[in-house]
């Protein structure tokens, strides 16, 4: 139904363009896109490397390499012992 395109833009199955990050806030026009958003979209956590360190970010880049988007996993049932 919709991606992510990057961090900052949510398009659907065509590439239509269905939201965009503008300033930290989601900006689109449906409801039913925000609600999308908010249930497939990760936390931010520090970035790690191989080792566990933290990684810093490079000022020289526009992008923040010092923070990574996690996935939230989907919570799935366990079956009941008979």
Known sequence: MFNFEGEDKVVNHRGDVMAEKQNGEWSTKEQEILDWISEN??????????KGH????????PENEAWTTKIKKKATRKKKAD
């Open 41 to 50: 979209s990760g936390e931010k956590v520090r970035a790690r490397t191989a």
């Open 54 to 61: 933290y990684v810093k970010d490079d000022p020289n880049t």
